[in-house]
């Protein structure tokens, strides 16, 4: 049987919960679950790139081996459906929050189709306790002295921490 390759692209700067809740899912649907960090040269983020990958990797780690699927991750520059190809995916995963998510995700996953109708897009509706986390609001409670352990692992969250406390 042919192998499922899904890719699952983001910023992942950091990854939260909610990315870790998709990634379970996922890794119920596909053979090989690729994560792909993206690079924007213009949005350079918080953290790392390389940062962000070593901690999407542990989090990651624990949750394909439980599924048993094979793990790999990549760092990516350009589109996304393109690092899809190039990882051999015929998935791309997704996750969607609220409306708005939905609207510029079924946008982008057909603007996708229309690049590469070989790839289809996979969208998971988030899961009820994690859907209100996003990294951007992670990171703005963050600078605020705010607790963030309950929407990012503890790596995740030491990790912004002392970004936030270098950039000061
Ligand atoms: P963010 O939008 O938080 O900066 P990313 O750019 O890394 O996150 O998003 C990558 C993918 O993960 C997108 O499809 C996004 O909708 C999804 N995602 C982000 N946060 C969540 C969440 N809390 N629950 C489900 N999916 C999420």
Redesign the pocket.
């Known amino acids: 049987m042919k192998t499922r390759i899904g890719f699952y692209p ?4 950091p990854v ?1 919960y ?2 870790l ?2 990634i379970a899912r996922a890794a119920r649907l596909v053979d090989h679950l690729v994560l792909g960090a993206g690079v924007h040269y213009g949005k350079p983020g918080l953290l790392a790139p390389d940062v962000r990958l070593a901690l999407l990797k542990d989090a990651a780690t624990p949750l394909a081996a439980k599924a048993g699927v094979k793990l790999t991750l990549i760092t990516f520059d350009g589109l996304a459906v393109d690092a899809a190809r190039k990882a051999g995916a015929g998935l791309i995963i ?4 609220d409306a708005s ?1 939905f609207d510029y ?1 079924v946008q982008m996953g057909q603007m996708n189709a229309a690049m590469d109708p070989t790839i289809e897009t996979v969208f998971l509706a ?1 899961g009820p306790g ?2 209100m ?4 609001l992670v990171k703005q409670i963050a600078a605020m002295g705010g607790d963030i352990s309950a929407f990012v692992p503890d790596q995740s969250a030491a990790a912004i921490r002392q970004a936030i406390a270098e950039r000061a």
């Open positions: 983001g910023s992942f700067d939260t909610g990315h809740d998709i997704r996750g969607l929050r998510d995700e988030a994690t859907r986390i996003a990294s951007s």
